[in-house]
């Protein structure tokens, strides 16, 4: 038993980082700031992660924006869990493994840098993520989800309609939004590479402890006996944004399908499947006010809405308000609330806060409460 417990543990420190397990949808690639906004972010996605929400939103750039290094961190929220931790066990192996007991455990480190050129845009990522759940003290059993993706995304948009010349969203001489409407569609292809586990495992089951018993000697021999596989496939996106500015409001409103009939990935070592990228459909609305010293921002999401679950699973909402250098975010995550800020001091910008997300099959059933920090390094951009 105390060798078992050594595993979970093991999985904890050394395969850092996952997302949860099979009943979390798995996002490809979520903003830190959308997560702070309850993840209503499809009608603004205005950050360099544009093309993972709608590339449709490409339509509204109009200049050049660079974003060179971008690190973001995902913890599960201990300053939750305090009780847990508080004289926590160092040698005894069974007390450990009593603390973490129904504990959802995350991780999540990630990178992406990208470039926007007018209406066209190109991202790198790589993005580690890992959830794991112990459960039942009589038969211990590890739920596990891993997803190590790294690869690129690009993509654009183009106007249509009588107001595609109108650059609503951007900001004229006066300092307000240019009057008119934007008709965007827009497009992106992505090349993801994966490395991932899903499934839960008895920790007291023969298959399990007979390859433990081969011999573990490092995190990489670990991920080998719990069975991990690694693939490379293809994705689309496609997507629609409609937008209408008028002095210091902006009306956005989106519609997009993200990794059309899913990403299936072509084995390339391991054993079984590597597990599939789901299609998310999203739809979102968003409202801005910009009074140059102090702006605000009101979004709503419905995601994903091919996925069979209750309605109030779907519903995503944020707000988040601006002075100069600083931005408060808040939300309602499916259910959950989160909140957060955004310190903006070039070279550097600082975003950090707290989020919690739907790991149960209903509503409201089971929250993981995360915390988030991202760090964004000489990112500009230049109108034109």
Not at 14 to 36: C, D, H, K, M, V
Not at 106 to 121: D, E, N, Q, S, V
Not at 158 to 181: M, P, V
Not at 296 to 309: A, G, I, K, Q, R
Request: aromatic share 12%.
């Amino acid at each position: 038993m105390k060798s078992i417990c050594k595993i979970s543990l093991i999985l904890v420190l050394n395969l850092l980082p996952i997302q949860l397990w099979a009943t979390e949808f798995n996002y490809l690639a979520r903003s830190p700031r959308g997560l702070l906004l309850g993840d209503a972010f499809t009608a603004i996605a205005d950050d360099e992660y544009t093309l993972f929400y709608n590339p449709a939103a490409m339509g509204r750039h109009t200049g050049v924006s660079l974003y060179p290094l971008n690190p973001v961190l995902g913890v599960t929220n201990v300053l939750e869990e305090m009780d847990r931790f508080e004289n926590f066990p160092s040698n005894d192996e069974a007390a450990i493994a009593d603390r973490i007991l129904g504990l959802p455990i995350y991780t999540r480190a990630g990178i992406y840098p990208g470039l926007k050129m007018a209406k066209f845009g190109f991202t790198l990522f790589a993005d580690n993520k890992m959830s794991l759940l112990l459960t039942n003290a009589v038969h211990p059993q590890l739920s596990i989800n891993y997803r190590y993706d790294r690869g690129f995304a690009m993509g654009g948009a183009f106007n249509l309609g009588s107001g595609a010349n109108f650059k609503a969203g951007k900001k004229n001489e006066k300092g307000t939004f240019t009057a008119g409407r934007r008709l965007s569609i827009g497009g992106s292809i992505k090349h993801v590479r994966r490395e991932a586990l899903d499934g839960t495992f008895s920790l007291m089951g023969t298959t399990l402890l007979s390859r433990i018993s081969q011999g573990v000697s490092s995190a990489a021999e670990l991920k080998e006996a719990f069975g991990f596989n690694e693939g490379k496939g293809w994705g689309v996106d496609l997507g629609v944004e409609y937008s209408q500015g008028s002095g210091s409001s902006l009306f956005t409103a989106g519609l997009v399908a993200n990794d059309i009939g899913d990403i299936h990935f072509r084995k390339i070592s391991g054993e079984g499947k590597v597990p599939k990228q789901y299609m998310n459909v999203a739809a979102g609305m968003s409202f801005k006010q910009d009074f140059k010293i102090f702006d605000y921002t009101l979004s709503s999401d419905l995601h994903p809405l091919n996925e069979e679950m209750d309605l109030m699973q779907r519903v995503h909402l944020g707000a988040e308000v601006g002075i100069p250098f600083v931005t408060l975010h808040s939300g309602w995550n499916a259910g959950y609330l989160s909140y957060g800020a955004t310190v903006k001091l070039w070279p550097i910008k600082l975003t950090a806060g707290f989020y919690g997300v739907e790991v149960g099959t209903k509503f409201k059933e089971e929250e993981a409460k995360r915390i988030i920090i991202y760090l964004s390094l000489f990112d500009f951009s230049i109108n034109l």
